[in-house]
């Protein structure tokens, strides 16, 4: 890319300019002054527009940060705007995501919308007139094997004065940003919550539910922002799909935030209402990475709805975890006088609490020995 500042080494065809990581420029505030105008960058700058928070590759969001230029001369001026990075560093006078004051950086309520409103190559400064420039940065082509590197490139204004004053300038204003992509990982593909009874009434007292846990992890060095959809249902109806912070026991509401390579652990809940019908129940879950519409993924959800006279409240399980044999617990051999001790486990099945009482059988005649 010529008139970049690219290294060596750059993969062919790759757009944009890669450089090693490098320490951020120490915050001062600094202004460049030229002959005919000056560019002021924001307070945390220094000799470069730098935007010191990683941007994230994703869903065309830009990361924004405010200039100001001065008209030092008693004329009008027209000041053309560039960069060696066209198609990705955008130019705005106003731009309504950005607040006085705010830092350089992507937030999570971005109007997407206002970021490409109003885009402008060139602006014209009366006398002595002083304005503000939004530049826009929205990185493309950044491989997904790269998870973290570090961007340069020039922005450029060639100042131009009347004929009378025949005066004109190039001011070259170094830019830097961090890139990395956003990286989400789920634990499961699927799942299966076996039996699942149907309310007991229409009030729906005497329903159940079960639940399963999932896992969502943050694999990069940035904040990860996710969301839980639920898809359209398959093969039944009057099935709710509930999903809790399996740590506090709340329901989630709103989006998930998960600190960089960190985790959170999701209970998802079944459960049935009077409208629903005896048989297969299929619904796809989407975890939706906000950051990066590329890195979404699904779970399929399965459940066969019975009637609550043939759903088993409890499972009993052989101590190694397989299910009992169909003809029940065998005792073997078993000899006058001697005990004889098998071991197996009982499981809820459900995600309530349930009270459980062991009862024996009555004492067996001896005929039946």
């Known amino acids: 890319m010529s008139g970049g500042r690219g290294v060596e080494g750059l993969t062919a065809g790759f757009p944009l300019p890669i450089l090693p990581q490098q320490p951020l420029p120490s915050p001062t505030s600094p202004v460049a002054v030229a002959s005919v105008i000056a560019v002021e960058l924001p307070e945390g700058c220094r000799d470069s527009l730098t935007l010191p928070d990683v941007v994230v590759v994703c869903r065309g969001r830009a990361a924004l940060a405010q200039l100001k230029l001065t008209n030092l001369r008693d004329c009008a001026v027209t000041v053309e705007l560039g960069s060696t990075l066209p198609g990705q560093i955008f130019f705005q006078l106003h731009n309504e995501n950005l607040r006085p004051g705010n830092p350089p950086r992507q937030k999570e309520n971005f109007n997407e919308m206002f970021n490409t409103l109003g885009l402008i190559t060139q602006l014209a400064l009366g006398p002595l007139e002083t304005t503000p420039l939004v530049v ?8 997904r094997s790269l998870v973290r590197t570090e961007v340069t490139a020039d922005i450029t204004f060639n100042v131009s004065a009347s004929a009378e004053l025949r005066a004109s300038q190039r001011v070259v204003v170094p830019f830097r940003a961090r890139v990395c992509h956003s990286v989400m990982e789920v634990d499961v593909a699927e799942l299966d919550f076996g039996r699942v009874p149907l309310a007991a009434s229409a009030e729906g007292s005497g329903s159940s539910s ?143 609490v349930l009270s459980v009482q062991l009862q024996a059988p009555p004492e067996l005649h001896s005929s039946e020995l």
């Open 136 to 143: 826009s940065f929205r990185p493309t082509g950044v491989p």
């Open 210 to 352: 079960r639940a399963k846990d999932f896992t969502i992890r943050n694999k990069a060095d940035v904040p990860l922002r996710a969301r839980l959809l639920s898809g359209t249902q398959r093969g039944g109806r009057g099935v709710v799909v509930d999903f809790v912070d399996f740590e506090l026991q709340t329901p989630l509401r709103g989006d998930l935030h998960v600190p960089p390579y960190g985790s959170v652990q999701i209970q998802a809940r079944v459960r049935t209402t009077a409208e629903a019908s005896v048989g297969n129940f299929l619904q796809t879950v989407v975890v939706d990475n906000l950051n990066d519409d590329r890195n979404a993924h699904l779970i399929e959800v399965h459940a066969y709805l019975t009637q609550p006279n043939q759903e088993a409240w409890l499972e009993l399980l052989s101590p190694e975890g397989g299910s009992l044999p169909a003809a029940g617990l065998s005792f073997g051999q078993c000899y006058r006088g001697h005990s004889t001790n098998r071991a197996l486990v009982v499981r809820n099945t459900t995600a309530d």
